[in-house]
């Protein structure tokens, strides 16, 4: 896993760090894994050997980052199309851009165990 954002760091060096890990981590070989995992879970959670509770805990979660994902979605159409988001971001200059970039990328990683959650949902 590339090393956390540092404002020493440069942020293009850590953003392509990144990349080049996320671009490892997703093969196609790797989305393969994961739907077997997904498989290999969910019969596990039929075969009765898991808690009635967890699985509940575990459906709750799933429906709640699904809920979060068509929220970002809507307020993301909402802002193209209403504020005319698109237009705005791409007149306000690479630089401007870069900027916002990088602090919602430092935002992201400040949340505790965000790659753990992320590779979870995928499972779910």
């Not at 060096?13 to 994961?34: F, G, M, N």
């Not at 979660?61 to 159409?77: G, M, P, V, Y």
Request: one cysteine or more.
């Amino acid at each position: 896993m590339p090393t956390s954002f540092a404002k020493s760091r440069s942020p293009i060096k850590w953003e392509q760090e990144w990349q080049k890990d996320l671009d490892s981590l997703y093969t196609k070989a790797s989305i393969s894994r994961l739907e077997a995992a997904r498989e290999a879970s969910n019969r596990f959670a039929s075969s009765g050997l898991m808690k009635e509770s967890s699985i509940s805990v575990l459906k709750t979660n799933h429906l709640a980052l699904c809920k979060l994902q068509r929220d970002i979605f809507s307020f993301a159409t909402e802002k193209c199309t209403v504020d005319n988001f698109e237009d705005k971001w791409r007149a306000a200059g690479p630089k401007l851009r870069e900027k916002h970039y990088f602090e919602a990328m430092k935002r992201v990683c400040d949340v505790s165990d965000m790659e753990a959650q992320r590779r979870l949902a995928l499972l779910c």
